[in-house]
């Protein structure tokens, strides 16, 4: 990492060190002047545009500076929203026009929205813009599934330290594939593991309970930012973010009514509006209006001519989780417009590589309960039916169309696995090879392989996972992938990697084709 990016760290870490890892939020107070501790972080990364997203401890006006260097010459200044407790002190600011390729240094600063001159510790941050010209070459980090199944912020092994490990990486940008924070998780402040050790976790109130209120989903994502290696990543690399499940129960789908007596609220409609919500208060994506429901998940980040980024949605427009045995099915895990929408966006795409961010695989069987099913996958090996028939028109177009370079990457599944999908195997046969490849946890427990489902013809050319449910990371690695585009061939190389520094599995795709 270059000295300059070190020194702009060093600075930022500094503002916030009143958030050290396990401590208390910051107090809601109104002496002095407004603080940032909560960091700052930036999203949706492209050659001129970003988004910036920082937390006031009080009302205050959101300020940003840009600049080329770390010493703010010749700075830009881009004026933000008043920040209060509509968005809960949140807000984000939209920066455009900027040089593609570049790096690019920014402060945010919070002013009293009565006086001015009375600004807070500004705190720093920087990310590189997508490049114009292919030759650059793109690298980026995937993973998800974050404080999950009990194993939160564990101070005695560092906190989530996989984020220390990817930071050190540099990458130009972290896919986060959804399941960012377990609202209906509660964590207790400890756990005796198998062998006797204990498990210690940081307990906040609104963790101490499954989300229902606003508040509470609210205090799901702030409690990830309680820990400094958090903080530290989110002020270097830029986030591509997606939701799953665990935002706001599991395997919640539209129109459910909870027969769980731990909440309240039984519509999940309700609590997927308020966790939604939250989601776009506390992330910064381009397309979620901080502290409304306008706008959407799904998007594509482009990251230069190298690379597309489809986000999907595969939790907002899905039918009911059902065994899946349906011949005739048009709403599917996407939902029609949204299927509309990838087609028409995947055929103008121009990206020698377009990565599919999906948020649950395709070919893997997950369940829910005894006869329903979660993701794509229902178990029956023969011609698709239920949401395999919409994944088969997808997959059908792609062939159709020619559209090169497709490659899925998901989490979901709490161990790490890549897939090669080919038509000789399957029970489908008109589409085009292709991989998928799965990794996390990123902060959670791991659990053993899902079993494949053969429509689509998977083969399973590399897995690694614990051999009993919810092993805790104590016990287990953590799981995160790399992709790195060579920007003179155009190669795409995947890399499994296991916390650690260890890379498990590689896998380099020629661009180009339509099915590899």
């Known amino acids: 990492m270059p000295y300059n990016r070190r020194a702009v760290l060093r600075s930022s870490l500094a503002a916030s060190a009143a958030l050290t890892l396990g401590a208390a939020a910051p107090a809601q107070v109104l002496r002095g002047r407004p603080s940032a501790g909560w960091g700052v ?15 006031s401890d009080r009302p205050a006006r959101m300020l940003v500076e840009t600049s080329a260097t770390e010493s703010f010459r010749r700075a830009h200044s881009w004026h933000g929203p008043l920040l209060g407790p509509g968005t809960d002190f949140t807000g984000t600011t939209a920066l455009r026009g900027l040089p593609a390729g570049e790096q690019i240094h920014y402060r945010v600063s919070l002013t009293d929205p009565e006086d001015p001159r009375r600004r807070g510790e500004p705190v720093l941050g920087t990310f590189r813009t997508a490049p114009a010209h292919r030759r650059s070459g793109v690298r980026f980090l995937w993973s998800g599934d974050i404080a999950g199944q009990g194993w939160g912020i564990n101070p005695d092994i560092g906190g989530f330290r996989a984020y220390e490990e990817m930071r050190r990486l540099d990458p130009d940008f972290f896919l986060c594939s959804g399941d960012t924070v377990y609202a209906d998780g509660p964590l207790v402040p400890s756990v005796t593991l198998p062998d006797g050790r204990v498990w210690r976790n940081v307990t906040t109130e609104e963790k101490s309970k499954v989300a229902e209120t606003l508040d509470e989903y609210r205090g799901n ?21 997606q939701w799953d499940d665990h935002e706001v129960r599991n395997n919640w789908y539209p129109g459910q009514i909870l027969d769980d007596a731990r909440y309240t609220e039984k519509d999940v409609d309700v609590l997927a509006e308020r966790a939604l919500r939250a989601f776009g208060e506390y992330f910064p994506v381009s397309t979620l209006r901080t502290g409304g429901r306008e706008g959407r998940m799904h998007r594509v980040v482009r990251y230069g001519p190298l690379l597309d980024v489809f986000v999907l949605d595969m939790r907002s427009h899905r039918n009911a989780n059902s065994p899946g045995r349906q011949a005739d099915d048009t709403t599917g895990i996407l939902g029609a417009e949204q299927l509309a929408w990838l087609k028409r966006e995947l055929a103008r795409s121009r990206a020698v590589w377009k990565v599919l961010a999906a948020d649950m695989p395709l070919g893997l069987v997950v369940p829910d309960g005894a006869v329903n099913f979660e993701a794509v996958a229902q178990g029956d090996p023969g011609a698709p039916l239920g949401r395999e028939l919409q994944i088969a028109e997808l997959l059908r177009f792609i062939k159709h169309r020619r559209i090169t370079g497709t490659v899925w990457l998901t989490a979901d599944v709490h161990y790490t696995s890549a897939q090669h999908y080919a038509p000789e195997r399957a029970a489908f046969a008109d589409f085009a090879p292709f991989w998928e490849f799965v990794s996390g946890p990123l902060a959670a427990g791991g659990f053993p392989a899902n079993a494949l489902d053969a429509t689509f013809g998977p083969d399973r050319v590399y897995v690694r ?26 190669e795409l190389t995947v890399r499994l990697r296991a916390e650690g520094g260890t890379v498990l599995f590689s896998k380099v795709l020629q661009p180009g084709r339509v099915g590899q």
């Open 41 to 55: 972080q930036t999203g949706d990364v492209t050659s001129s545009s970003a988004t910036v997203w920082v937390r």
């Open 221 to 241: 994502f702030r409690y990830n930012l309680l820990d400094a290696n958090v903080r530290r990543f989110n002020a270097q690399v830029p986030t591509v973010v």
């Open 465 to 490: 996972a614990p051999e009993r449910a919810n092993v805790s990371p104590m016990e287990s690695p953590q799981y995160f992938g790399e992709v790195d585009i060579d920007g003179g061939s155009g």
